[in-house]
């Protein structure tokens, strides 16, 4: 990077640079500073190492080696400055961009989690049975934050393994043939086995690093027994058998091993599918009646929630533009209350309002009435759009209200020498200039309102939901809110269809910035 | 009040001359304007009412809100000092001012990279900022819910269920988000001072710091407000990161209590949602002046 700065140009120093100048505290604070996070740094790189995640580890070697060379550098000085800010952006902004597009091509999601051996280690624990005559261990479950093991008394020893880990001696108490306390885990309650009954009956703990020894699992969380795979992996043949000598081979076009019954095993594994999230939302007949329905009403909404909310708030900026008026501005800070309450608070408070049974609305103001204002599709984005209504005018309100103002007085006189009335002179003036001033900002609106997940999730969680779709999704939902019930609210995952959908709404965004460029361009050369 | 000089005599502007209507002139002109003005304020304000109603019954669900300010009690305010709300304010309230602070800095330490220096790269950079400005970062929430699950397992502290992790999120928005805003301002002040002071000896980083962070305070604070607001109400994001219900934000904490219909501590959401609001509006109210320029500042320039 090369740097000019534009003062007239200096005469070359003999004098350090202060980069490296040590003498000031400057440099000692960014000495100490560099210190921490080349340590923090080293840190990542040996556990993304441990842990096999390579990407991390080159992310991590490339940033630290441009972290010390852009602070101790004397040349560099803007980077120097945008350092910090280019690193959070290239990974919560432009990695995560870049990763949707890619997760878009996979089949990545629940059943197709991870990669192909930890698949093939999946199916043999899932697969399991108990070995005839084996023995039952006592087991205490233990705990260590998130992770679980079973630490059981083997050898006449305490042995503690987890999902990851084989059993293995540790320190620890034994009480009679169970285990009483272990060093630096936490022995379960059966209350907390409860709490986590999926994750413990899920559980399987290696006897030793050889699969062939079986693992101890628990149908009860206080008995273990030593259970082994029904299926044998044949590693040159890339197939499975069964003990009834069903052969199951891999398919790598889907990421899963099938029969040639059609039977699969689960879980499958992450491979790419090309377009197939894509041609699914069209194609498939399930998805994408609800898809172009969701589409429609995903456009319909912001394109009512601006008009609706620029229409009431023009109208008030009209009507209270006037020098008068006392009290305007007491009037102007009772307006914009609903814009100063949080959105999502709002939203949830309208939603109780808007209670078939016990909501205001329909108990006071309706006197009793029996209105399912959330419970019926067309009602429920007149709800939306009502509670959006309330919640976006003030904005509109106080930007037009700053357009008028700004709009030359001069202009208004001239329409009335000519003789034009207040009607005219507000569709010819005043309205085709405000336009111009706040066409960026109802574009701007239209794009946050495209995406405004809070408000329909909140209000309605985008039901009534639609009959017989395959994912969780309702008439009131929105592209965005859509992604959400693919990536975690529908029982199965697909984090791969999800980010096809998202990736459709980059696209729009995108197209609708660009045009919003573009007009408010035009607007402008025209006036 | 400005009055209009006599010399324009079109007969719609008549009335301005005369400040002092009467009668049904003025209601013709101006009284019927106050009567629209409370029927908006009673619109604008009714939900707030409502919800300041339901705080203060005790019934403690939703079945018995329905009746304005029929009973008032303070119990639910009490009760809810006990629970888990307490914590979410300070969750929220930390997880906002780190995200808050680290957003001004970082965007104004960009902005003047950008305003002061020449470099390759600064025009293609500009003009990459505004390309990512166009798509909000919330739309790639699965790929952040993604990169969370990898980064957990080499950095704990940046996985999912972790403060750290959401602040570093929001703050991966930052630079997309303020920096032109920044820029702009950044722009006005004049660079004479900038080469006063080198030429008085002082660093690039004495210049930044001890200069121009002081000049452009007004609009660090504005940056820095919107942002803080911004997050404090902040909800897909904090909702795919935080599992546990100690960690939650009060977003994600008062959504999960006010979703269950039923069921739900009805009048413990409202007295929460009462308190959450306070801060929000008390900055607005403070703040409008500021906010007004500001929108108005953004529609003039376009």
Redesign the interface.
Same mark, same amino acid.
Do not use: C
């Given at each position: 990077?090369? #740097?000019?700065?534009?003062?007239p140009k200096r005469v070359e120093e003999p004098r350090l640079s202060?980069a490296r100048d040590i003498s000031r505290p400057?440099f000692i604070v960014k000495l100490i500073l560099m210190a921490l996070i080349n340590a923090l740094g080293l840190y990542?790189i040996l556990?993304?190492w441990a842990?096999d995640?390579m990407?991390?580890v080159a992310f991590l070697v490339v940033a630290l080696i441009a972290a010390n060379w852009v602070y101790f550098s004397k040349r560099a #000085?803007?980077?120097?400055?945008?350092y910090?800010? =280019?690193v959070?952006?290239a990974?919560?902004? =432009?990695?995560?961009?870049g990763?949707?597009a890619f #997760?878009a091509f996979t089949n990545?999601g629940d059943g197709h989690n991870s990669t192909k051996a930890a698949a093939i280690e999946q199916i043999l624990k899932t697969s399991d049975r108990r070995i005839d005559g084996s023995s039952t261990y006592p087991v205490a479950v233990v705990g260590q934050g998130a992770d679980l093991g079973f630490a059981v008394v083997r050898d006449g020893e305490v042995q503690l393994g987890t999902m990851d880990e084989p059993l293995a001696p540790v320190a620890g108490e034994v009480d009679g043939d169970r285990v009483a306390a272990v060093e630096g885990w936490e022995i379960l309650s059966i209350a907390e086995i409860q709490q986590q009954q999926n994750e413990v009956l899920g559980l399987r703990v290696s006897l030793s690093e050889e699969p062939a020894d079986g693992w101890l699992r628990t149908d009860n969380g206080s008995l273990a027994y030593v259970a082994r795979s029904t299926l044998s992996y044949d590693e040159a043949a890339d197939t499975f058998t069964n003990d009834e000598g069903k052969v199951f081979s891999a398919d790598p076009d889907r990421g899963l091993f099938a029969a040639e019954d059609g039977e699969e095993l689960v879980p499958g594994w992450r491979v790419l599918v090309g377009f197939e999230n894509f041609a699914k939302m069209f194609t498939d007949s399930r998805l994408s009646g609800p898809f172009f329905q969701i589409l429609v009403w995903t456009f319909a909404f912001a394109i009512l929630s601006v008009a609706t909310t620029f229409a009431l708030g023009l109208f008030?900026a009209v009507?209270?533009n006037?020098?008068?008026?006392k009290?305007r501005r007491f009037?102007?800070?009772?307006?914009?209350?609903?814009?100063?309450?949080?959105?999502? =608070?709002?939203a949830?408070?309208?939603?109780?309002?808007l209670?078939k049974e016990?909501?205001?609305i329909n108990?006071?103001l309706l006197g009793g009435a029996d209105i399912n204002w959330l419970g019926d599709g067309n009602l429920a984005k007149l709800a939306i759009l009502g509670v959006n209504l309330?919640l976006g005018f003030?904005?509109m309100f106080?930007?037009t209200?700053?357009?008028l103002?700004?709009i030359p007085g001069e202009l208004h006189?001239a329409g009335?020498?000519d003789g034009a009335?207040?009607w005219r002179r507000f569709r010819s003036i005043t309205f085709p200039l405000l336009l111009?001033?706040?066409?960026?900002?109802l574009i701007a609106s239209f794009?946050f309102n495209f995406?405004n997940?809070?408000l329909i999730?909140?209000l309605t969680?985008g039901g009534p939901n639609f009959p017989g779709a395959p994912v969780v999704i309702g008439e009131t939902d929105i592209l965005?809110s859509m #992604?959400?019930a693919v990536?975690?609210e529908s029982g199965v995952k697909q984090?791969g269809l999800?980010?096809a959908l998202?990736i459709l709404?980059?696209v729009m965004?995108?197209a609708i910035?660009w045009l919003g460029f573009r007009q408010?361009r035009k607007l402008?050369e025209i006036l | 009040?400005?009055t209009k000089t006599p010399k324009?005599q079109?007969p719609?502007?008549e009335?301005?001359n005369d400040?002092r209507?009467k009668g049904g002139r003025w209601w013709g002109?101006?009284g019927w304007?106050?009567v629209?003005?409370v029927f908006?304020?009673a619109?604008? %304000?009714f939900?707030?009412l409502?919800?300041l109603s339901?705080s203060l019954s005790p019934g403690g669900?939703?079945?018995g809100?329905?009746?304005?300010f029929s009973e008032i009690s303070l119990v639910n305010y009490s009760e809810l000092m006990d629970g888990r709300f307490p914590k979410w304010m300070l969750n929220s309230l930390v997880v906002s001012s780190a995200s808050a602070i680290g957003t001004v800095?970082?965007?104004a330490?960009?902005a003047?990279?950008?305003s002061?220096?020449?470099?390759?790269?600064?025009r293609g950079?500009l003009t990459a900022l505004l390309i990512?400005q166009?798509?909000?970062?919330?739309?790639?929430?699965?790929? %952040?819910?993604?990169?969370l699950l990898?980064?957990g397992?080499?950095?704990p502290q940046l996985g999912i269920g972790s403060h750290l992790a959401l602040i570093?999120?929001y703050?991966?928005?930052?630079?997309?988000a303020n920096?032109f805003l920044m820029y702009g301002f950044f722009n006005t002040i004049p660079?004479d001072l900038?080469?006063a002071a080198?030429i008085d000896g002082a660093?690039?980083?004495q210049i930044?710091w001890g200069m121009i962070m002081r000049l452009v305070t007004p609009i660090l604070a504005v940056v820095g407000l919107l942002s803080f607001?911004s997050t404090?109400?902040e909800? $897909?994001l904090a909702r $795919?990161v935080l599992n546990r219900p100690d960690t939650y934000t009060l977003?994600v904490g008062?959504?999960v209590w006010?979703?269950d219909?039923r069921n739900a501590p009805?009048s413990l959401?409202?007295a929460g949602?009462v308190i959450?609001?306070i801060p $929000?509006?008390a900055?607005?109210?403070y703040l409008?002046k500021y906010?007004?320029a500001g929108?108005?500042a953004?529609?003039?320039k376009?």
């Open positions: 990077m090369s #740097v000019t700065t534009e003062a202060h400057g990542g556990a993304a842990q995640s990407g991390v #000085v803007p980077a120097k400055y945008l910090p800010g =280019l959070f952006l990974v919560y902004q =432009l990695y995560v961009m990763n949707t #997760v990545y008030i009507i209270f006037d020098p008068l008026v009290g009037y102007r800070a009772m307006f914009i209350l609903p814009y100063a309450f949080p959105g999502f =608070l709002a949830l408070v309208w939603k109780g309002m209670n016990f909501g205001i108990e006071t309330w003030p904005y106080l930007i209200t700053g357009a103002q700004s006189e009335v020498m009335g207040p111009v001033s706040v066409a960026p900002l794009a995406n997940f809070s999730y909140m969680g965005i #992604v959400y990536a975690f984090y999800a980010s998202s709404i980059f965004v995108g910035s408010t402008e | 009040m400005a324009v079109a719609v502007l009335g301005a400040v209507l002109k101006v304007k106050h629209l003005a908006i304020i619109y604008a %304000i939900p707030l409502y919800v339901a669900t939703l079945t809100s329905a009746r304005l800095v970082m965007g330490a960009a003047y990279a950008f002061r220096f020449r470099f390759s790269g600064r950079g990512i166009m798509f909000p970062q919330m739309l790639a929430f699965v790929a %952040i819910f993604l990169l990898t980064l397992d080499v950095f570093a999120v703050l991966g928005g930052a630079l997309g920096t660079r900038d080469e080198k660093t690039h980083a930044f607001v404090y109400g909800f $897909i $795919i977003a008062l959504y006010a979703s219909e009805w959401f409202a949602a959450a609001a $929000i509006i900055l607005f109210i409008q906010i007004v929108l108005t953004g529609s003039v376009g």
